[in-house]
Structures are given as C-alpha cells and as structure tokens.
Antibody, heavy 115, light 108 residues
C-alpha cells in the first residue's frame, strides 16, 4: 500500500523559509516521479512542482519559480520542498503525491504564512 | 499552460441519480493523460480515473471516465451517499500540470 507522510508545516512570517518533507513507503520510491500539490483554504488544487526518478529533472509552477526547490533522497525514500521568501498567498495545505497513472496522495501538511 | 474548465460548478442531485461532470481543456491533452479525483472535506484527494478512462484497483465501477483531445467526462452512474464531494480533473501530460477548478456534487 502506498503511504506518504508529510511533515514540516507550521506558522512562518512573510519572507521566511520552511522545508517540507515527505516520507514514502509501500512502493519502490526511486521508480517514480514525485509531485507537490497545494490547496489554499477553501480553494481548489494547485500543482506546485515535480521531479523525475533521480532528481535530474524538475518542474515548477511559475508562481514559485526561484523561491521553491524540490528535491529527493532515494536512499531515504524521501521527497522535500524547500520554500524561501514565503508570502501570504503561499498559505495552503501542501500534499506530497506519487505520479504514475494519476497521483496517489499523502494527507498533507499545513503551511501558514502570517505575521 | 493548459487551462482546464470544469462544468457545472455545482451539481445538485439525489442518491440513485446519474451524475455527469465535464472537463474541457484549452489545448489537446497529450496521450489522454487526464485524471479525475474525488475530495471530501478535510481529506486528501483520491484518484478515481487515470488515462481518461482507467479505474485504479478498488474504485467502484459506478465511476467511469471517457473522452479524448480536449473534452472529457466523468460519469457516476448511481450516486451513493458517500459520493457527495468535490471532483477535480487534472492533466499530467504537459508541464505545468494543471487542475480544473472543481465540481461540487451536493445532495438535492
């Protein structure tokens, strides 16, 4: 069974940084593209970034380019999202997801950007 | 960027009725890389359909997907009480991958 557990969310001031982690189990992590998706309170889903199996290819939505960095450690079966220069409109639940015939999702971690 | 437009925004139906949800893309979706998800309040989305028409293991056969190119449809043949939720389509054939704005299926 695919299991994805996000951590690292919390309250951060505008301009601050946060690093999200996603621990994967139940599948061969190194075989799959991995994705981050976010959902602002009361809003729809927004694709944020993804990375290929060895981390050599990464893609981002325009609104986070230059501020967020997606990475992975296949030895630890873990995915990361380094978020810098955070803004109020980055406030959302951040989901980690495995890509492979659609997305399989973790439960998410809440990031709140506020002073 | 491929923009996905879902309609209607809200669908008010009774249990046992048929639900038809639409997802229209601004450009052709490559190789039918189109998925549908169900989300209930406070929960993560759940994959219902991938590749426009394939169901993952464990998804009931009352959920079916169809379409190609720019027009896609999700049909729930007979609504069960647990099917009232928000549904999203997503294209994953071209970066940035994008989601529709969602269709809420509510109890009439």
């Amino acid at each position: 069974e695919v299991q994805l557990v996000e951590s690292g969310g919390g309250l951060v001031q505008p301009g601050g940084s946060l690093r999200l982690s996603c621990a994967a189990s139940g599948f061969t992590f190194s075989n799959y593209w991995m994705t981050w998706v976010r959902q602002a309170p009361g809003k729809g889903l927004e694709w944020v970034a993804n990375t290929n199996q060895d981390g050599s290819e990464v893609n981002y939505v325009d609104s986070v380019k230059g501020r967020f960095t997606i990475s992975r450690d296949n030895a630890k079966d873990s995915l990361y999202l380094q978020m810098n220069s955070l803004r109020a409109d980055d406030t959302a639940v951040y989901f980690c997801a495995r890509k492979g015939g659609g997305l399989r999702w973790g439960q998410g971690t809440l990031v709140t950007v506020s002073s | 960027e491929i923009v996905l437009t879902q309609s209607p925004g809200t669908l008010s139906l009774s249990p046992g009725e048929r639900a038809t949800l639409s997802c229209r893309a601004s450009q052709s979706v490559r190789s039918d890389y189109l998925a549908w998800y169900q989300q209930k309040p406070g929960q993560a989305p759940r994959l219902l359909i991938y590749g426009a028409s394939s169901r993952p293991t464990g998804i009931p056969d009352r959920f079916s997907g169809s379409g190609s190119g720019t027009d896609f449809t999700l049909i729930i043949s007979r609504l069960e009480p647990e099917d009232f939720a928000v549904y999203y389509c997503q294209q994953y054939g071209r970066s940035p991958e994008t989601f529709g704005q969602g269709t809420k299926v509510e109890i009439k």
